[in-house]
């Protein structure tokens, strides 16, 4: 069984894995307002080839990639097909009709546009969360947030939440196949076409789950204050986040390509080049 | 003065209502440095309670516990005592915060605002120490119970205590699991010095203790050193077995054959066959 505490973490030893996972997060969040700014498919190539760069020195596997996008699919053709049959200008002509449909130029544009934005917006954070284990995010969270703790939002208290969650997932989802396989042994019938059985076979499981998750709890509370947990203050951690050279290159990089879409977006400076290319 | 003390203390859950427990009655017992003790009784005699008593965790309603001089009531000092004395619980899934081993180890010295670097080198000897450290950058996930077990003494020894309190952390466990963590537990007492608190029902495991306190209804039923064994008709009554070598040694004893008392483990009842067979062939 797989470690589903993991979430899709793709182990590999690569400058990507290692970056500083804060630097990771803030450039996916600014990765994803960046696909908002594109409007052309030369702004989408390059962005293609930063991410196609990106999963190459990640070592992950594109097919990896790609299989993060099924479950966009249906949501990727509904869109396509809508934007394709009935986006058009007013003073456009179709260019190919079928049955009652019309296709038009600019619903072909667009939906190829769409499909890209999509595509793009959905491969960030798909990025980001195969090279990035949930445990190193929450710590990013926690220390992005920080200055929150100082109007007395317990920042600290989430965090610890969120790690113990991942921490308790697989146990927890062990137990619940524990439980199922009890429930069967005494007749338990979870396989019942009636909506209405299913959830009432689902209280058995429910109900000792909850038992013991609520004595796992105390337990922990117990185990933890015995090893002096006292909240955020006065803590410190063993694995301090610190900026390295590669953060800094990174950073550089994705600062070029950010300043090369926004470019092309408004060239500030009217230059033609810019102008011919983004005729596309 | 030992390094923990009880001194005629009780303790009783939800005092004041109807389902009030009385889990400890007036119990005195003193633990010195170094020693390996181990704590036995059946079933809801006590034991969990005394493991919680004996650093903070509960507080006597009666009666005093001092840690290392430091008596458990003193708030301001409660840090000291839980670094002194930890306790190991039972069941291994219900003491690991985080999902690296590495990480779950260093919780307590994070917790005591100790140096990055100084917690690395904790963490790297806790492992050491444990015999787990090949399996640092792992997830507790798929270890075996005695490997798990192992973990969390890791992330109690971490804090360097100078008592650990093993509460019933072998009964989860295959034999081979007990194994594993009853070596542990000899060699951090033999070669670290740590006090041992071993609560346990399986008699076996308590033989292997310097000295032993046997709890009945939250008393002190027994106490002594190995050759409480052979009061098997006391230790009957309060529903604990006696060791199966000490029995046969004691029945064929009572056939006539000349064996010493206090044969508690396979190997004593072993030698002691062989001295024996030596003498009257
Ligand atoms: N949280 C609790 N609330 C109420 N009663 C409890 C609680 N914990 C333990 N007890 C009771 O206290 C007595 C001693 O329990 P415990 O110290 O856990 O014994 P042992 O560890 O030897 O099995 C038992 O009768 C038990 O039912
Ligand atoms: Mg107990």
Not at chain 2, 152 to 180: C, F, H, N, Q
């Amino acid at each position: 069984m797989r470690d589903i505490s993991f979430g899709q973490y793709y182990a590999a030893e690569s400058v990507v894995h290692r970056l500083d996972p804060r630097l990771k997060l803030i450039l996916t969040i600014a990765y994803m307002v960046l696909v908002f700014f594109i409007q052309t498919f030369f702004g989408f190539g390059i962005l293609f080839v930063f991410v196609l760069a990106v999963t190459f020195s990640a070592r992950i596997p594109p097919l990896r990639l790609l299989r993060s996008l099924r479950t966009i699919l249906i949501l990727l053709l509904f869109t396509i097909s809508i934007t394709l049959l009935f986006y058009h200008n007013s003073a456009e002509t179709p260019i190919a009709e079928w049955w009652i449909f019309s296709f038009y130029r600019s619903g072909f544009i667009n939906s190829g546009l769409l499909a890209c934005r999509l595509v793009l917006l959905i491969i960030g954070p798909t990025l980001l969360t195969l090279t990035t284990t949930p445990v190193s995010l929450t710590d990013a969270i926690e220390s992005l947030l920080k200055p929150l703790s100082w109007i007395k939002i317990p920042v600290h208290a989430f965090a610890m939440i969120m790690s113990i969650a991942l921490r308790l997932i697989p146990t927890l989802s062990e137990e619940t196949h524990k439980i199922i396989a009890a429930q069967k042994a005494r007749g338990a019938n979870f396989d019942s076409r009636n909506p209405f059985k299913r959830a009432k076979a689902l209280i058995p499981i429910l109900i000792p789950l909850f038992v013991s998750s609520f004595r796992r709890a105390d337990e922990l509370a117990y185990a933890m204050d015995s090893r002096c947990y006292k909240g955020a203050k006065g803590r410190t951690r063993m694995k301090v986040m610190r900026f390295a050279w590669r953060d800094l290159f990174a950073f550089l990089v994705f600062g070029a390509l950010f300043f090369g879409i926004l470019l092309l977006r408004y060239n500030w400076w009217n230059w033609d080049w810019v102008r011919l290319i983004t005729q596309w | 003065m030992g390094i923990i003390t009880f001194n005629n203390v009780s303790y009783t859950y939800n005092a004041g209502t109807e389902d009030a427990v009385s889990a400890v009655k007036g119990v005195s017992f003193e633990i010195n440095e170094g020693e390996f003790v181990a704590l036995a009784g059946h079933n809801g005699s006590g034991k969990s309670t005394l493991a919680k008593l004996a650093n903070g965790l509960l507080l006597p309603r009666k009666g005093r516990v001092t840690v290392d001089g430091i008596d458990t009531f003193d708030k301001k000092r409660i840090f000291d005592v839980r670094r002194t004395a930890g306790v190991v619980f039972q069941n291994p899934d219900n003491q690991m915060v985080a999902s690296i081993i590495e990480d779950d180890v260093a919780f307590g010295p994070e917790n005591i605002g100790l140096a990055p670097r100084e917690i690395r080198a904790r963490v790297d000897w806790a492992l050491d120490a444990v015999g787990m450290r090949a399996y640092a950058k792992a997830t507790p996930f798929r270890l075996s119970g005695g490997q798990k077990q192992r973990v969390a003494i890791a992330g109690v020894l971490a804090l360097k205590p100078r008592v650990m309190i093993l509460d019933e952390s072998t009964a989860m466990l295959d034999p081979i699991g007990r194994e594993e963590v009853m070596t542990v537990i000899k060699k951090l007492n033999r070669d670290e010095n740590v006090t041992i608190v071993l609560i346990t029902h399986f008699m076996e495991e308590a033989a292997q203790a310097d000295r032993i306190i046997v709890l009945n209804d939250g008393k002190i039923a027994l106490s002594g050193g190995r050759e409480i064994f052979s009061r098997a008709d006391e230790l009957a009554a309060i529903g604990l077995d006696v060791p199966l070598p000490s029995r046969i040694a004691r029945r064929l004893q009572e056939n006539g054959l000349e064996l010493p008392d206090g044969i508690v483990t396979q190997d004593d009842l072993i030698n002691a066959l062989e001295v024996c067979a030596k003498k009257c062939p």
